[in-house]
């Protein structure tokens, strides 16, 4: 009998550790998928910065590094970056301007979330402007692959979910000009208004968030 007790005894204490050590083990994996959890968290945050997210100088960089990555196809990892806040300033508007730059090209940004209004730039002394003649101008608005890339850079570029309402070249006419700037409306009325040098490199984009 002392001893069918003892054999219970034993496996009763069995099982206890058992169930202590998967009770553990579950707290582990618990932890494990929180801190899971937490990271996709950070990085759908990050992923989702927009204009009106802006908190800080590297929160102004992060959004800025983005739009000149996939507007221009650029790695900005070892571009040198500043940034600052304007305020009744009378050379900058109102709002965040971000520079980016290396020897070659430079690139700067605007953020104003008091009107809505993002524009991301570049110069190059390499790529200096110059004016574009009439006849040129005459045979780029007869050539349709402007209009086709000015959409490619909207919906693919700039992950624009809207539908392209109406596009086409600016008015330009009667003007000095050297760059070709091509408008599109949005279904939501929103517009983007994109510059290209005159070889149909691009060199601007201006646009509104809603």
């Avoid at 069995?14 to 994996?29: A, G, P």
């Avoid at 200096?128 to 692959?145: N, Q, R």
């Avoid at 599109?184 to 005159?198: Q, V």
């Amino acid at each position: 009998m002392k001893k069918v007790l003892s054999i219970l005894l034993s496996s009763i204490l069995i099982l206890s550790i058992f169930s202590s050590c998967s009770q553990k083990k579950e707290n582990v994996l618990e932890q494990v998928n929180s801190i899971d959890t937490l990271d996709e968290t950070e990085n759908i945050s990050k992923d989702s910065l927009d204009l009106f997210d802006i908190q800080s100088e590297d929160d102004s960089i992060t959004l800025a590094t983005s739009y000149i990555e996939r507007l221009y196809g650029v790695i900005t990892t070892d571009l040198q970056k500043t940034a600052e806040y304007n305020q009744n300033s009378d050379i900058q508007p109102n709002g965040w301007f971000v520079r980016v730059f290396d020897s070659d090209w430079d690139y700067a940004v605007w953020l104003q979330p008091e009107s809505n209004r993002i524009k991301v730039s570049r110069g190059s002394s390499m790529y200096p402007l110059t004016t574009i003649s009439d006849d040129l101008m005459k045979e780029i608005k007869e050539d349709d692959t402007w209009i086709e890339n000015a959409k490619k850079v909207i919906l693919d570029n700039l992950d624009e979910n809207q539908e392209i309402k109406s596009i086409d070249f600016k008015d330009q006419d009667n003007e000095s000009v050297s760059t070709v700037d091509i408008v599109a409306e949005m279904e939501d009325g929103r517009t983007y208004i994109l510059s290209y040098y005159s070889d149909g490199l691009l060199k601007d984009v201006v646009w509104y968030e809603k």
